[in-house]
């Protein structure tokens, strides 16, 4: 493998029931690299396994799920061989995962605040104040204006746009290489999530780090995304720069893909017309 590569995935499957009869396949023959510094999108119709594909990168896959083959490389190291302990080390610290829905990620009987802290407690050895302080700094980055006040939320208490915000800063906390987003502005009026999106890709930039951004929706990745894979059941069926695949497709699946978003960006602008009009 070359060294230039930060995360490599070769060959994996994933499967559920693997033991039934009636063993249903998420991922196969998986391959795909993500180079250090870059955002790579990964895009795919609901159910194709982008979220599985997600929770097998930092091992979080439960039965019936089981990864069955392949390797997954982070910088060089494999992650499907390394021991729990040493996966509890690269999650969060080097690998940070955004979940697609923050209501279900985050705890409903705990602070927000004491949420993000935990992960400073155990990656960074933060004492309570300097980890508390850390928090609030990354809650006004992520613009949640009142970090005093969401420090001190349950969940239930702030809005979905302000629980993802929360979700971007514990992913940020311990300055990780990777982020794995999943779908992470779905859930989210079109207002709330261009300043989501806005938030989470000047968080990237400013800290230097690579982004797989998990998402069906072709024509919201391609301003920002430097390359593209999509992925059709369960497998990367074309993968390029931005550029090449939106000049270029190839596969049948990403022309549909690319109808879709184009059939989409017609409405909206017939939308915005009429108000205009």
Known sequence: MSQRELLKIENLDVCFHADSPAAKSAVSEFNLEIFPGETLALIGESGCGKSTLALAILRLIELPGQITRGKIFYRGE????????????????EIA??????????????????QVTEALYLHLGLNASAAKQRTLQLFESVNLFEAGRCFQAYPHELSAGMRQRVMIAMAMACRP???IADE???????NTQQEVLDCLLRQKEEMGLSMLFISHDL????SFA???AIMDHGRIVEAGTTAEI???PQHAQ????????????NVFDHAQLQILN
């Open 97 to 114: 995962l955004i979940f697609q829905e923050p209501a279900s990620a985050l705890n409903p009987l705990r602070r927000v605040g004491g």
């Open 78 to 93: 494999n992650l499907l061989t390394a021991a729990e302990k040493r996966l509890r080390q690269i999650r969060w610290k």
């Open 254 to 265: 990403t022309r549909r893909l690319l109808a879709a978003a184009q059939r989409f960006n």
């Open 246 to 248: 939106l000049a270029e």
């Open 219 to 222: 024509a919201l990745v391609t």
């Open 177 to 179: 290489k990777l982020i």
């Open 226 to 228: 430097d390359r593209l």
């Open 184 to 190: 992470p502005t779905t859930a989210l009026d079109a």
